[in-house]
């Protein structure tokens, strides 16, 4: 039934030129080949291309997977947290005291876990967000094009460099290389709360301050790439634009680099901070443990909340104390959903300029 | 203000590719002059060696020599920056900067400038955009981006940024290739306006436009791909388009072109 449709075709398109009919001749005789070409013409609902399909199904699954995954993580956190919240017998987030051992008389209370975690992270940031700015304008705008490659990829291999030798490097070369430094400015700073004698050895170098460093060279990789990307990507117009005025260098990074590219740079930090805010291994060899709590100097040693779950694997086999630290993930899952809600915010307030 | 310009045996390259061969030109002050030509015959780039954007591109390079008023622009003492601060362009599209009002784009120039007194920028403002013929469009919200301006609207804005520094000569690449014709008429009527105090060069694809606004017209053509662009002829416009002298320029004025 198919074959006369098919054998129509030719005739009926080649009407707008003979010569077309001339051309399609061959298509005729090799006309029992495609029948199927003919089906869709039955149906009258809107043609979707099986690729289309498939295409749509594969990205939407993607979608809700992601979603779904992070929905489980949430659940599983929160499910698992409640019980040991339950058996808490001081208040878990204003309590600075942490006692699992235990699992009958549960005291756990995270204040100075975060406390010292945003610490650390913020520390890290303001150290390395000036860093990575000054890199990714060097690479995109100073830096000659056969320099700036190689350079580029010196800084992404610093993101390669696996987390427990950073954590090494800190703990037995920058410690002590910071001392000095260190000590110097407990000495002559000492009245500000934040340079204060710490609760452990300074000599040690085990202290929020050198994991505050160590983070910041961690999480200046993926700063810089990312401010790199967008700065490179400022409308060759606008920078010619400030240059026919007479603009130097720097007035044309200024006056047109800056502004195009700060939405990019703050989401760039933020992301670094979310990696700051979760580095485990690093910060748990180069923090000096202590029972003491946390006093707000950059002296202090103590536990983020990663490098404190770690260090309590041990502890993991109780259920009821294992709850004390997945209450502590919690937070910390919590605490970067908020520095991402955060960031998001401050990128909206800028897209009316791009 | 309104310098005469003049180009002297002037050669440009990208690299090694020779773009621009012997450019000599003198642009009178107080006068319209067109560059035409086929597309790659050099004559933006010529345009942007008068103002030393050319340079900007890597590895390009200038030979010969471009005096403002009897000064070599080109000379080792002179700053590439100063130059642009004397010697205006807009560009063929319209190019505010996004993240400025529209008063701050028009005295962006003079802020680069050192001049920070608010009094000051604010007259500045008003004339370079009366200059441009946009005040009345914009004087309600000077203080929105310039970005939110329609095409034309923007092409002006940028224009009133050029002039806002009381440049000796204004260069023009392509301002309309980008606008509709109403757009386009309003920057042509500015044109003939603005070459009361400037000194206008302006490269243009389109003939009419060659003719309506400019008081004389340099033809530039290319020889065959990959040879350098040469300037084939320039006079008065009258003449360029009533009476050429050379054959090329008849026949891409006529449209016999290639």
Same mark, same amino acid.
């Given at each position: ?32 080949? /495609? ?14 291309? /099986?690729?289309?399909?498939?295409? !749509? ?7 809700? &997977? ?23 017998? #001081? ?47 060097? $690479? ?11 350079? +580029? ?10 987390? #427990? ?27 500000? /709360?934040? &340079? ?17 460093? %160590?983070? @910041?060279?961690?999480? $200046? =990789?993926? #700063?810089?790439?990312?401010? !790199? ?23 044309? %990074? ?27 291994? @690093? ?21 983020? &909340? ?15 104390? +294992? ?32 | ?36 030509? =086929?597309?790659? *015959? ?5 345009? !942007? ?7 900007? +591109? ?16 080109? @000379? ?10 004397? #010697? ?69 804005? *940028? ?16 301002? *309309? ?34 003719? !309506? ?43 016999? &072109?290639?």
């Amino acid at each position: 039934m198919n074959d006369p449709v098919v054998a129509k075709r030719p005739a009926g398109s080649g009407d707008p030129g003979a010569v077309r009919g001339v051309a399609a001749a061959p298509t005729a005789s090799e006309a029992p080949i /495609p029948p199927t070409p003919a089906a869709p013409e039955t149906t009258k609902a809107p043609h979707v291309r /099986p690729g289309d399909r498939i295409f !749509r199904g594969l990205a939407t699954g993607s979608g809700v &997977f992601i979603v779904v995954l992070i929905g489980a993580i949430g659940l599983f956190l929160i499910l698992q947290a409640i019980p040991s919240l339950g058996l808490d017998q #001081i208040n878990f987030l204003t309590s600075r005291e942490w006692n699992t051992t235990d699992p009958a008389n549960l005291r756990f209370g995270i204040l100075d876990l975060l406390l010292v975690t945003v610490i650390v992270s913020i520390l890290a940031l303001l150290i390395a967000m000036p860093i990575a700015l000054g890199i990714a304008l060097f $690479l995109t705008q100073y830096a000659p094009r056969n320099l700036a490659r190689p350079f +580029a990829y010196v800084v992404d291999l610093l993101a390669a460099v696996p987390s #427990i030798v950073f954590g090494l490097w800190g703990l037995f070369v920058l410690g002590p290389v910071l001392f000095p430094f260190s000590e110097w400015l407990i000495e002559n700073l000492g009245w500000i /709360p934040l &340079f204060a004698k710490g609760n452990v050895n300074v000599q040690l170098g085990g202290t929020i301050f050198t994991a505050g460093i %160590v983070v @910041a060279v961690m999480i $200046l =990789p993926i #700063i810089t790439a990312v401010s !790199r990307e967008v700065f490179d990507r400022t409308p060759r117009m606008h920078i010619e634009g400030a240059i026919a005025l007479g603009a130097t260098k720097w007035e044309v %990074v200024r006056t047109t680099v800056l502004p195009f590219g700060k939405a990019g740079y703050v989401s760039a930090s933020m992301l670094g901070l979310g990696r700051a805010l979760g580095e485990t291994i @690093a910060v748990m060899i180069i923090l000096s443990t202590t029972s003491a709590s946390f006093g707000w100097s950059l002296f202090d040693g103590g536990a983020t &909340f990663a490098s404190k779950i770690a260090l309590a694997a041990p502890e993991f086999n109780d259920t009821r104390s +294992a709850g004390a630290y997945i209450a502590a993930g919690l937070v910390l899952f919590v605490l970067t959903f908020v520095v991402n809600a955060i960031a998001r915010s401050i990128v909206a307030g800028h897209k009316e300029y791009e | 203000m309104a310098k005469r310009l003049d180009i002297k045996d002037l050669n440009l390259y990208y690299g090694k590719f020779h773009a621009v061969e012997n450019v000599s030109l003198a642009v009178p002050p107080k006068n319209v002059t067109a560059f035409i030509g =086929p597309s790659g *015959c050099g004559k933006s780039t010529v345009l !942007r060696s008068l103002n030393r954007m050319h340079e900007v +591109a890597p590895g390009a390079r200038v030979e010969g020599k471009v005096l403002l008023d009897g000064e070599d622009i080109y @000379a080792s003492t002179v700053d590439p920056v100063e130059v642009r601060r004397t #010697i205006g362009m807009v560009f063929q599209r319209p190019n505010p900067f996004p993240t400025m009002s529209i008063r701050d784009n028009v005295v962006a120039g003079l802020k680069l400038a050192g001049v920070k007194n608010k009094k000051e920028l604010d007259e500045v403002a008003e004339r370079s955009l009366r200059g441009a013929n946009l005040w009345n469009e914009v004087k309600d919200r000077l203080d929105r981006p310039g970005g939110g301006l329609s095409g034309g609207q923007q092409q002006r804005l *940028c224009i009133a940024r050029a002039i806002a520094v009381q440049p000796d000569v204004l260069l023009m690449d392509e301002p *309309c290739s980008a606008l509709d014709p109403i757009s386009t008429l309003a920057i042509e009527d500015l044109i003939t306006e603005l070459k009361k105090d400037y000194t206008i060069v302006i490269v243009t694809h389109n003939m009419q436009q060659a003719a !309506r606004v400019s008081d004389q017209t340099a033809f530039f053509n290319l020889l065959g791909v990959g040879q350098p662009g040469q300037l084939i002829e320039v006079d008065d416009t009258e003449k360029i388009f009533s009476n050429p002298g050379q054959k090329a320029t008849e026949d891409y004025i006529s449209g016999r &072109f290639g």
